[in-house]
């Protein structure tokens, strides 16, 4: 059981890895929010939020930066919970 365990620490470590990776804009703002989410929230997020933010990984750093200074507000209702939560995270 404690092996199988440390298997899916070591793979959420992993993941967590290329998420990072994979969040990063060059925007430091942007990336203090990925960041600040993967580092609080990402662990104990269902996979239906973590679905959401693979979504969020995929928009133009334009409109991610327009939505997470409150400039507008995604159309699609999931992105925009998303967004407000990541928002809310203290620094």
Known sequence: MARVTQDLERDLERELSRLRWRSRRGM???????ERYLDRAWRQAPES???????????????????????????????????ESIRALPP
């Open 28 to 34: 430091r703002e942007l990336d203090r929010l990925f």
């Open 49 to 83: 939020e973590r679905a959401v933010f693979l979504r969020l990984l995929e928009v133009e750093d334009d409109k991610l930066w327009h939505w997470f200074m409150g400039h507008e507000t995604p159309a699609d209702a999931e992105l925009a919970q998303l967004v």
